[in-house]
């Protein structure tokens, strides 16, 4: 199993950045792509950023040139760096694995993130 526990969110002003962590415990070997989702009141689950086992990126459009998703080099936490945000960033974050074990999908408990001023 992989447990997977995020942290680092809070309230910041409009402008503001925020580094939020996933740690993750367990089979961390196991784990092809970690993945940060958010979920803003009201709406789905979207997803804002992914990283590969082998280091590739991926963004959600909206945020493409202010966030920057990255790990550590024995791939147990990983960090979204959110910078330059707006409110329309306000939303609980997750982070998800997805793994080669049997049990694929592994989700965090999500941290709140509040934008405003």
């Known amino acids: 199993q992989v447990q997977l526990v995020e942290s680092g969110g809070g309230l910041v002003e409009p402008g503001g950045s925020l580094n939020l962590s996933c740690a993750a415990t367990?089979?961390?070997?196991?784990?092809?792509?970690t993945t940060w989702y958010r979920q803003a009141p009201g709406k789905e689950r979207e997803r804002v950023a992914r990283?590969?086992?082998?280091?590739?990126?991926g963004y959600e459009d909206s945020v493409t040139g202010r966030f920057t998703i990255s790990r550590d080099n024995m791939k147990s936490t990983t960090f979204l760096l959110m910078t330059k945000m707006t409110v329309d960033d306000t939303a609980v974050y997750y982070c998800?694995?997805?793994?080669?074990?049997?049990?694929?999908?592994?989700w965090g408990p999500g941290t709140q993130v509040t934008v405003s001023s």
């Open positions: 367990g089979f961390v070997n196991a784990i092809r792509v």
């Open positions: 990283i590969t086992s082998g280091g590739l990126r």
């Open positions: 998800h694995a997805e793994t080669s074990l049997a049990t694929r999908d592994f």
